[in-house]
């Protein structure tokens, strides 16, 4: 619906939430946010009433109003900063494998058969279309190697006016012969045919951008990586790979690449540990990596779904954020199991909680923390921090409607259908507590409506704007 | 709608799944399960079709038909063997909180406010209505001290359908002034008044029964535990309670029992480890007490979504299986931040993975043995697994219809509505992984329709028979 939709000048009216920084939340109870037709914030009112609004913005009198409804509020739209869309389908499962074993058993096989354009179709539809009822406003998605599928997932993102980063997954080594690049000169044209197609079906990156995808360290040869990092140097294209998820991982690492200091070193000597750089886990970095790392400004995305279900360790994110690193979630479906960032921001919280067992109770994070790198700091990490992430003027309207249905007097669910609403108010919660309500009870089902710069890209039987 | 409804001699027609054992699930593409007018499972057929189902099976030409829709699958009922119903409200608000401030700050002011029967009705007729839609077919509840709230909560399962152990909580210090029993014989006379309330109501306690409720031995004295150890051997009621959560919740007990050798012989010594008493969370129990545990055939509730929010620990559950205890699944509302049992699978699952990341591989939990846990485990638990828990001949249908919608060639979701499902098929998926679908995507979206002893409890607007 997204690509055709004409934006008319809004106004958005009722409750909003988004964070103020790391520590805080802003929850505002009477706020009115002004869109234009650009799809940006031209204004943010606090404590407000639709009359006012009115009177005092110029200009704005015949302008659309959205209102909440159902006990909701505005909340930014999430940003997921490391998610495999060609593995879709095989979110949820995994068994009891680890990362090796499961890249081999369930991964690649179901990769390689995204050669084939109507498959391909078929699941980049439904991987968009799905988080962007969850919300996900923005995401840095693997694609795999083929240029074809790789074009139509950008196409389709740009058609259904998800915001996205689109990446053409090169890999020429350490992965079945069907399924891998055959030279390196071969992986480098690949990726550059990859970029010229988003620069073609959006000039400005206003929604789609490409980003260059060396799968990870052990499926690139060093020369690989380093023609990878050349193209990264000489586009500024983003990049993005993974880091130290898991131990054997990081041994093998080491074996492949014995000239390196370590893992983070494999990337620097490539070229590739800028600003500009998402490494996926970082799990088990040294403190040397992580200086590296903080020192090149190079960005990470939390997995924590797929760290635990892969059984690849917990991310010490305290630790990682009080050095100062930029950090942001990713669902990394399939290892993770979700294609839900708010799924991610609970399960942030309890590899934090598990974390907290052995290291004390520093290592927990807030509910407030992980609402902040499901937004601003997924913002960042994908270099859209002037764009999106929160509601300031200038930035562009990524939001979601949230509605939280309320059990009547006789304890009936919101508008008497069960299923309608995971999230029980009985109406004396304070909105601290609603919102933590809806962060540890809530899904999809509370996401009524999503927009993206200014459109409107989801919504729910259940909007009634 | 349960109370009310006649029964009829009903075939259930198409794939089921249950456990076999602990590690193995059995799923059957083919089925009908035979259930008589008194709920009763009277014949179960694999690999049949429906014409050979009604020529075989004398007596039943002219039985309802309820067939399975939508790719879906019939699975045992769950078995939450413990959940507050009383704290429902607070589920999802933790905060940052342990054990022991949690149940000052947010655990007892909530459960004080029920002594308002209007408040209570409201709460518990939610509670009871949302584990339903769940696939909760059978609960062991704490409610609170209050006899008539309690009473309440059990005419409200009875009423729902639901199969449910009601606890009155007892406490006579530790708490507030405001909500606690005001002596030892007053706290046995409630407890007498519950059983008697829920005899009466149901006097072969075939859905409703009492469960004498020790909150746990902090909030009771060594002679406080010891009168209701002797009500519980003197009616042979079964009996619930917590052990061993938290670190500062042992020393605790330390402290205020020091003539026991440790947790676990506080409850011995009060006559109450027997094989029906029911133990929440065992997180950091001794060897010691493992084996005295063992020795009693004690039951315990692994409760994984609450020890991780509450920072309270890894039970290992893996072990104590080894050693041939009894154990299922609890929510633990509202410590637990969910009310879904299947959310209790996954949870059993990672807590296991946190486990495995440092005792090794072999303390994983595999999905077939969290829905073992789910169904029949819990029947155990609760002492119902002569009636409940799988499908087999002669026990009860408690049974929940499981539909999983699948993807059309296009991408679009199920029935072309984005928030009707939150699991996606895409149709080449094998059985076993479909089952992995359900269990790590799942919600209660996909629980369309909900037995308790042959009669419908909840139905979603999904479900067409």
């Not at 599928?149 to 012969?177: F, H, Y």
């Not at 903080?294 to 635990?308: D, F, G, L």
Request: proline share 4%; glycine share 8%; aromatic share 8%.
């Amino acid at each position: 619906m997204a690509a055709s939709q004409q934006i008319s000048k809004t106004i958005y009216l009722g409750p909003f939430v988004h964070s103020k920084s790391l520590q805080e939340l802003e929850i505002c109870k009477n706020g009115a946010i002004g869109v234009d037709e650009n799809g940006k914030i031209a204004f943010v009112e606090r404590d407000t009433t639709p009359l006012n609004v009115l009177e005092q913005q110029q200009g704005w009198k015949d302008a659309k109003i959205v209102r909440i409804q159902d006990n909701g509020f505005f909340f930014p739209g999430f940003i997921d900063t490391h998610i495999h869309a060609s593995q879709y389908p095989n979110a949820g499962i995994f068994g009891k494998s680890t990362l090796l074993d499961w890249l081999n058993t369930y991964t690649f096989p179901l990769e390689g058969s995204l050669s084939d354009l109507p498959i391909a179709r078929k699941v980049y539809n439904r991987v968009v279309s799905r988080t962007l009822s969850h919300g996900t406003t923005t995401a840095s998605y693997y694609a795999t190697v083929h240029v074809p599928a790789t074009n139509l997932l950008a196409d389709i993102c740009l058609a259904k006016g998800q915001r996205a980063l689109v990446g053409r997954v090169c890999m020429n080594q350490m992965s079945p012969e069907y399924y891998r690049d055959e030279s390196i000169p071969e992986a480098v044209k690949a990726s550059r045919e990859c970029i010229a197609h988003c620069s073609s079906i959006d000039p400005t990156g206003s929604i789609i951008r490409p980003v260059i995808t060396p799968r990870f360290a052990p499926s690139c040869s060093a020369d690989c990586l380093r023609a990878l990092g050349d193209l990264h140097q000489e586009t500024s294209v983003y990049a993005q790979t993974h880091i130290s998820e898991n131990k054997p991982e990081i041994q093998l690492v080491k074996e492949l690449f014995p000239e390196s200091k370590h893992y983070t070193d494999v990337y620097d000597r490539a070229g590739l540990l800028t600003g500009k750089m998402i490494l996926a886990h970082a799990v088990h970095l040294s403190q040397e990596e992580r200086d590296l790392i903080k020192q090149r400004e190079t960005k990470i995305s939390h997995c924590p779904a797929s760290n635990t279900a892969l059984t690849s360790g917990c991310a010490p994110v305290r630790e990682l954020l009080d050095q100062g690193i930029t950090i942001g979630l990713g669902t990394d479906v399939s290892g993770g199991f979700s294609p839900s960032i708010l799924e991610m921001a609970r399960q942030a919280i309890w590899v934090s909680r598990y974390r907290a067992m052995t290291d004390g109770d520093q290592a927990k994070l807030s509910t407030e923390e992980v609402l902040y790198l499901a937004t601003r700091g997924g913002a960042e990490v994908v270099g859209l921090e002037d764009k999106v992430g929160g509601f300031d003027v200038g930035k562009e309207w990524d939001a979601q409607m949230i509605s939280l249905g309320e059990v009547d007097d006789e304890g009936a669910a919101a508008a008497g259908v069960e299923s309608i609403d995971s999230v029980d108010v009985f109406g004396w919660e304070s909105w601290e507590n609603r919102v933590a309500k809806w962060v540890y009870g809530g899904d999809d089902r509370n996401t009524v409506a999503v927009w993206v710069k200014g459109r409107l890209v989801h919504k729910t039987e259940r909007y009634s704007p």
